[in-house]
C-alpha cells in the first residue's frame, strides 16, 4: 500500500478546497468581500453595501409561522445597488449571513437567469 501526505488549500471565504492553489478563485470569490468582480468591472462596493443597507433599515426581521427570527432583505433593494450584477449580489448576501450568523436567509432564485444574461450582454460587448 502506498500512501501520500498531499497538502489541501482552503479557501479563506468559503468551503472550497482544492490541491491547487486557490488565489485565482479567492479573488473572485462571492465570499470575499473585497473581491474583485469580472462581471462589472469593480463597480461594486460590497462593504458599502452592507453598511447601507443597515443604516437605512433595510434588514427586515421576517419572524417565521414557528417563531422563529429571521432577518432578510429585499432582493431589489440589493439589485438595485450592486447595478444588477448577479456576482456582487450574491456577495452582498454572503457578507450579510457573515455578519447575522445563522439569522439571516435570503434566497437569490433568479441568480443563474442574471448570470446569463450578464455574461450574454459581455459577450455581445466583446464582439464590436
Ligand atoms: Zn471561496
Ligand atoms: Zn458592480
Ligand atoms: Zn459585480
Known sequence: MITKIKKVYYCEYCKKHSLRPL????KYCTGNPNRECQLCN???DINKIVAELIKENLIINESDSYGVEQLTC?????????GDCPNCTLAVIRQLQKLYTGRFYLKYFEYVEDYKKRRS????????
Open 42 to 44: 469593480n463597480c461594486c
Open 23 to 26: 488565489r485565482k478563485h479567492e
Open 74 to 82: 429585499d432582493i431589489n433593494e440589493i439589485k438595485n445597488r450592486t
Open 121 to 128: 450582454i459581455i459577450d455581445v460587448m466583446k464582439s464590436f
